[in-house]
């Protein structure tokens, strides 16, 4: 095989033009479609919070920090809608770009595989930004997020976007076939949606399972929105944030490597 | 069509004057080398043909030439731009039309043709204007805001073409460009490509129909396991290979033993192909097939030898068969 060491190394001449037009090229095809995929953006993720705030809400009483459990449950159901989207674009997407040859006519212009990355991970970033606006608006209406957290929520939702927008490439990257592609909401998605402390605060969790839950890359998405919606940050909240680009970071250069692997042959 | 397309005589050469110079170029995969050594050239504004069965190497060279396979060894030049060094410089002035369309299926035809251009460079108002253009050229214009998946495997590649126009490039390569088409479908693409040559576009295309590489190519190369066999026009392929004529026996199944029985008996060489006998006389002349006259389910014709035969004198196999 024809590893060569500087595919392990973002490439700095990276050329505007490849990201927009990658990024263009997901917006022109998602406004085709809005239709439909708004359906899953804005009225699923609302449809959830909805029936948890308003139900499971009525029988916890007392959460830690919120003055009700829909307050509480409120960023962590937005991030946790933030990271499907964001993994659902760069896994199952991404792997139909890989299989329908969209890359491969991509590649016959200028444009390098770290820029495919760079214009895809973006548009991951820009499907978590538009279901956390939906959801976060519809929050605001019923009176569970106040305006300014609204805000500010939009920054734990692009380092959300960002790390599960990379991690989706480590699945597509590398995935035989559609049905490996279950192993993105399997083992990733559906677990950290529900122990990455957006419906319980991972301190009633087992002593032993606390620092697992901490390390779970969507509990600092959490962690941060958290901060926003109850207005209450500490040194924490930072070392959360950090964690996020850390993770992306780290990841970014790997997921450049298997793409480049999968379509360079 | 445009201004851009009319001839032009100052695009960038090689320093020897050549659009293309390919030598020495090697592909390994693991063990098998998929491009063994090959050299060739291609001049400003010819049509060059590589002519082999699937798995000959075709594809892969190809894919090296157009950047997006590093080769094992050897040297890639085009239009003076060290392919094996900067393979995004040779990217931003060659048009490529893939084996497999590559069209997007979440796009509209004009949204293909827009954001490929896009992404190659042009400016928003530049990449409509163009799209248009090309369009017109390929005569889908009307089918300019269908989904890529209603239209027909002839327009799917005639648009994958049209596509690969979006910059005016002054070379092109194609990677099979008519393979899987009706014969009216691929008509329609040999007329474009036709025009595209008058215009003085450099192509380099791969095909394993001789019939392709005969009508539009200017030269050619025969290729096999990696291999260019020989090199040279269609017709000085032809004399320096084929024989001058070819008896075609079309048989039924109750003659054919009698048939084979006849032929062996005065030691004449031929091949089955399909249902059709291939007689081959000696030197290349008329074979003497006198015996076969009166035979009831044998009907005899004569044709030239063409590509096919040149394929099957250098290599002993079939080009249809892969």
């Known amino acids: 095989m024809n590893i060569s060491i500087p595919a392990l190394i973002p490439t700095l001449g990276i050329r505007r033009r490849s990201v927009s037009g990658i990024w263009l090229r997901h917006a022109v095809s998602f406004l085709r479609y809005w239709k439909f995929v708004i359906t899953w953006v804005i009225i699923e993720p609302v449809v959830v919070l909805v029936a948890v705030g308003m139900g499971i809400g009525k029988l916890v009483t007392e959460v830690e920090g919120a003055d009700s459990y829909a307050e509480f449950v409120t960023p962590g159901l937005i991030m946790g809608s933030a990271m499907f989207h964001a993994l659902f674009e760069t896994s199952w997407n991404a792997y139909n770009r890989i299989e329908n040859d969209v890359y491969e006519t991509a590649l016959t212009t200028p444009i390098t595989v770290t820029e495919i990355t760079l214009g895809d991970i973006l548009w991951a970033v820009t499907r978590s930004l538009m279901t956390t606006v939906g959801v976060a608006v519809f929050a605001v209406i019923l009176g569970w997020l106040n305006g300014w957290s609204a805000v500010g929520i939009m920054i734990p939702a692009v380092m959300v976007g960002a790390v599960f927008g990379t991690m989706g490439f480590l699945f597509s990257a590398v995935a035989p076939h559609t049905t490996f592609l279950t192993l993105v909401f399997t083992l990733v998605a559906t677990p950290l949606y529900f122990f990455s402390g957006a419906f319980f605060p991972i301190s009633i969790l087992p002593d032993w399972v606390e620092p697992i839950a901490w390390a779970m890359p969507l509990t600092p998405g959490v962690h941060v929105a958290r901060g926003f919606a109850l207005g209450s940050f500490d040194i924490t909240h930072l070392w959360a944030a950090i964690y996020m680009v850390a993770l992306t970071a780290v990841m970014w250069p790997v997921a450049i490597y298997l793409l480049r692997r999968r379509l360079i042959r | ?322």
């Open chain 2, 1 to 322: 069509m445009t201004e851009d397309q009319h001839l032009e005589t100052d695009f960038a050469r090689n320093a020897n004057g050549t659009v293309i110079e390919v030598e020495n170029l090697h592909k390994d995969y693991g063990d098998i080398a998929a491009v063994d050594g090959i050299t060739f050239s291609v001049n400003p504004g010819e049509t060059y043909g590589l002519l082999g069965p699937n798995g000959a190497g075709k594809t892969t060279t190809m894919r090296l030439l157009s950047g997006l396979s590093p080769a094992t060894s050897g040297s890639i030049a085009v239009a003076g731009i060290d392919v094996i060094k900067d393979n995004r410089a040779v990217r931003e002035l060659m048009g490529v039309v893939t084996q497999h369309d590559g069209l997007d299926g979440g796009l509209t035809v004009f949204q293909n043709l827009f954001l490929y251009g896009f992404l190659a460079g042009l400016s928003r108002a530049r990449a409509k204007e163009r799209a248009h253009e090309v369009l017109e050229f390929f005569s889908l214009r009307d089918r300019s805001k269908a989904n890529v998946y209603e239209l027909s495997g002839g327009m799917k590649r005639r648009l994958a073409i049209a596509r690969s126009m979006m910059t005016s490039p002054k070379v092109i390569v194609m990677d099979e460009p008519t393979t899987g088409l009706d014969p009216q479908s691929r008509n329609r693409v040999w007329e474009e490509m036709a025009v595209l040559k008058d215009s003085g576009v450099t192509i380099l295309l791969s095909t394993h129909y001789m019939e392709e590489a005969t009508i539009l190519c200017d030269r050619l190369s025969i290729m096999d396991h990696g291999k260019i066999l020989d090199e040279g026009t269609p017709d000085q392929m032809i004399e320096r290979h084929a024989p001058k004529e070819v008896a075609q026996l079309r048989v039924v199944p109750a003659a054919l033993r009698s048939v084979r029985e006849y032929l062996t008996g005065r030691n004449i060489s031929y091949r089955e192909v399909g249902a059709l006998v291939s007689v081959t006389g000696a030197n290349g002349d008329r074979p003497d097939l006198s015996g076969l006259e009166g035979v009831e389910g044998v009907r005899t014709s004569y044709r030239a030898g063409n590509l096919e035969d040149v394929f099957l004198a250098i290599t002993g196999r079939e080009l249809r068969d892969g």
